[in-house]
T-cell receptor, first 113, second 112 residues
Framework: GENVEQHPSTLSVQEGDSAVIKCTYSDSASNYFPWYKQELGKRPQLIIDIRSNVGEKKDQRIAVTLNKTAKHFSLHITETQPEDSAVYFCAASKNFGNEKLTFGTGTRLTIIP | GAVVSQHPSRVICKSGTSVKIECRSLDFQATTMFWYRQFPKQSLMLMATSNEGSKATYEQGVEKDKFLINHASLTLSTLTVTSAHPEDSSFYIC????????FGPGTRLLVL
């Protein structure tokens, strides 16, 4: 089955700087890669996703890049703000998200004011 | 946007009792829902895929007789934890698919 690895497990960034979280996946059939932000005790919230037919996607301060050949994808947050502090999960799925998600292990991001 | 609800949000029960958790898609129909479990400071682990009108598909290591799933309609899936024990204490989250997966708010189960 699919295996998703995520690094780093913790990340502290000065407010205003950029944060990068990286994930690798094992199943070349995966074609949908969402990123979720989860605050303590809350549900995961989709912040951005990318499909395998696209190499990069951006939404304001958040961007995701995908390298299908290397089977890795990354989340980039620019101009970080204190409210960006949370746990971030990457995930992978087949059938463009209509099948089960395999999650990475999570990254606890702390923005230092 | 797509909204998924879960009930209850929190439940405390005695060891040996059964607990039912409901997952509803409020403004869309979902033929497929997923049930995840999340232990403190860990990732979400898929327990089972719930298909409307058919039997659920369980992930390896998940006991189907302990975690009963019923997907009786296109907007409702239920997870029943039978004979719950303290090690079943966890955060249970469902999701429903509409192009992507939308998560419910989760149910925190504490078994005493």
């Amino acid at each position: 089955g699919e295996n998703v690895e995520q690094h780093p497990s913790t990340l502290s960034v000065q407010e205003g700087d950029s944060a990068v979280i990286k994930c690798t996946y094992s199943d070349s059939a995966s074609n949908y890669f969402p990123w979720y932000k989860q605050e303590l005790g809350k549900r995961p919230q989709l912040i951005i996703d990318i499909r395998s037919n696209v190499g990069e996607k951006k939404d304001q301060r958040i961007a995701v890049t995908l390298n299908k050949t290397a089977k890795h994808f990354s989340l980039h947050i620019t101009e970080t703000q204190p409210e960006d502090s949370a746990v971030y999960f990457c995930a992978a799925s087949k059938n463009f998200g209509n099948e089960k998600l395999t999650f990475g292990t999570g990254t606890r991001l702390t923005i230092i004011p | 946007g797509a909204v998924v609800s879960q009930h209850p949000s929190r439940v405390i029960c005695k060891s040996g009792t059964s607990v039912k958790i409901e997952c509803r898609s409020l403004d869309f129909q979902a033929t497929t829902m997923f049930w995840y479990r999340q232990f403190p400071k860990q990732s979400l682990m898929l327990m089972a895929t719930s298909n409307e009108g058919s039997k659920a598909t369980y992930e390896q290591g998940v006991e189907k007789d302990k975690f009963l799933i019923n997907h009786a309609s296109l907007t409702l899936s239920t997870l029943t934890v039978t004979s719950a024990h303290p090690e079943d204490s966890s955060f249970y989250i469902c999701s429903a698919t509409l192009g992507t997966q939308y998560f419910g708010p989760g149910t925190r189960l504490l078994v005493l």
